[in-house]
């Protein structure tokens, strides 16, 4: 067994920054590290930070004020923080936090264990030598810069070791775009992860058959802005001829016709190649969708092709245009509701999803009300539900005064929250009696739940849901309810992403052989809903 120094590592925000920690953890432990689940013994400790929203941040700097208590005590520990929050604050983060060794930005990943030697061979290493950022580099403007791009490697580098840690693993993210070239006002994306890069499709589908000879069942493919995947053969490849990852175009290429001559794949051409070129996947997921420019030949792609999930995370953010212009969004709330039209006509039983922020600056009341409008106007699944806060380095925080109250944000998103909950009910509601396909990530003995619970009364059940914007959003059942379940139940995910309770028989395995259903998906139908959550039994 390898005796290298141990590693903790959390990760804060997106799915982009759990694949990143996917991957920096399979490069660390190639080079002998070890991983630790305990922070107050590790000895190095990592977090990748998101700043999209205040709150995540707020969580990893209290985290940095953790481990610089262990460092007080004199132990020798290093702390890292990766991400977002790295490449924003740069080396203002090192002034502000002595504690803090080194820092190491999304796109720079690959850097990380050179930043980690540096440390370790020279305490009080050069801060050049403790920083990998791309700083002014992140707005890369040329072809051939990004064919310099290591971070691929690191893509490419991607562990496949069937009898590694990550073997029981059935679903995984592959990343299929970096970066965002939007600028919607409220967003640190564009600054932090650069522009956008696309991956070759080769490499693309050369990573999801290797996943799924290693077992995975379910691949969600990720970008900021998924179906502005385009990759235009034939102008970035290597010495070798190999295609490199290639900065994508700008919004006009998407409204025009493919010039003559020119070999493009675009995200409608990708979905169908994976779907024809690894047959054996069971699922394929991608998110984040932009709702401009998700053409109807991605529409006739899902319809045709049976294992891509009918799941659309389509962001509307806000159902008035003013606000939608002065978030520069580039589509109208006209727009998004033509988009959701052709949606549900083409993919009746399409399940959609999104997200709305609220109290934007100079938002009123009767621009909120568009909001609600749109809200009941779509049927949403769900909707994320943000107060807006104003993210350094933004173009929102240099041209508007965050002008709305905390109070008046905080009644917006809770009527907001109030609205999606009678439209989630609805949507569920309609899924009753229909039979579907399971995916089961995780079986819940509720027996054992309360006897935990009644030694630790303060404890609630949660039953995990992942969600492109929010790592984890827990669904928490109440004590009362919770007593009030007995047995063995099976939690799993439609293709549409509704979340399903299946109640295993009393003659049901134990626990322990109900584990053998994770990872695998089984038939259900589903008898009853709730706004979010379905019940259902094994058919
Ligand atoms: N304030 C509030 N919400 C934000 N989001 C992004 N930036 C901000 C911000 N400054 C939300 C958007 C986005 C999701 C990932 O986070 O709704 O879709
Ligand atoms: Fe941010 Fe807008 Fe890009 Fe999404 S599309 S990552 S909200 S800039």
């Not at 579907?436 to 630790?456: F, G, Q, T, Y």
Request: proline share 6%; aromatic share 6%.
């Amino acid at each position: 067994m390898s005796t290298g120094p141990t590693v903790y590592l959390e990760t804060f925000g997106c799915q982009m920054n759990e694949l990143d920690s996917e991957l920096v953890r399979g490069h660390l432990r190639s080079l002998g590290y070890r991983f630790v689940e305990d922070f107050t013994t590790a000895d190095i400790v990592l977090y990748n930070t998101c700043s999209v929203r205040e709150q995540a941040e707020n969580k990893a700097y209290s985290r940095l004020g953790l481990v610089g208590m262990r460092k007080k005590a004199g132990e020798q520990v290093i702390l890292g923080v990766l991400g977002c929050m790295a490449e924003r604050d740069g080396a203002d983060m090192l002034r502000r936090f002595p504690q803090v060794d080194l820092l190491c930005g999304p796109g720079e990943l690959d850097r990380l264990p050179a930043l980690i030697d540096n440390v370790r061979r020279a305490e009080g290493a050069a801060r050049e030598e403790r920083m990998a950022l791309a700083g002014s580099k992140s707005r890369r403007s040329t072809t051939l810069a990004a064919a310099e791009d290591h971070l691929e490697l690191l893509d490419l580098s991607r562990a496949f070791d069937p009898s590694g840690p990550d073997a029981q693993r059935r679903s995984a993210y592959v990343r299929i775009t970096r970066g965002c070239n939007k600028f919607c006002t409220y967003c640190v994306v564009p600054n932090t992860r650069g522009a956008e890069v696309h991956r070759p499709p080769d490499s693309i589908i050369d990573e999801c058959k290797r996943l799924v000879d290693a077992g995975v069942v379910e691949i969600t493919l990720l970008g900021q802005t998924v179906n502005h995947y385009r990759y235009s053969h034939g102008l970035a490849v290597d010495a070798d001829g190999r295609e490199q990852p290639q900065v994508g175009p700008g919004l006009a290429a998407f409204r025009a016709p493919i010039p003559v001559g020119q070999k493009v794949t675009t995200f409608a051409h990708l979905l169908a190649r994976i779907h024809e070129e690894v047959p054996a996947l069971q699922r394929l997921r991608f998110v984040t969708s932009y709702p401009r420019d998700f053409g109807d030949d991605i529409l006739d792609v899902m319809a045709a092709c049976p294992r891509i999930c009918r799941y659309i995370h389509a962001p509307a953010q806000s159902g008035s245009n003013r606000i939608l212009k002065a978030m520069n969004r580039g589509y109208t709330r006209e727009e998004y509701l033509e988009f959701i039209d052709r949606v549900v006509a083409k993919l009746p039983d399409c399940t959609i999803a999104g997200d709305i922020i609220v109290g934007f600056p100079t938002e009123t009341d009767a621009e909120f009300e568009e909001t609600v409008s749109l809200l009941r106007a779509v049927p949403f699944k769900n909707n994320f539900i943000f107060k807006y806060s104003p993210r350094p380095g933004t173009v929102a925080i240099d041209r508007f005064e965050d002008d709305i109250p905390d109070e008046v944000k905080r009644l917006r998103n809770n009527l907001l929250l109030d609205i999606q909950t009678e439209v989630s009910r609805t949507v569920h509601a309609s899924w009753v009696g229909r039979t579907v396909p399971v995916l089961v990530e995780e079986i819940r003995d509720h027996d054992a739940a309360r006897a935990r619970d009644d030694a630790s009364p303060d404890s609630a059940l949660s039953l995990v849901s992942a969600h492109p914007s929010s790592k984890n959003v827990e669904i928490r059942w109440n004590r009362r309810q919770a007593t009030s379940r007995h047995g063995l139940q099976a939690i799993g995910r439609t293709p549409g992403d509704l979340i399903v309770a299946i109640n295993l028989p009393p003659d049901a395995p134990s626990s322990q052989n109900a584990q053998a259903l994770v990872g695998t998906v089984v038939g259900v139908e589903l008898t009853a809903a709730a706004p979010l959550l379905m019940q259902g039994k094994m058919v």
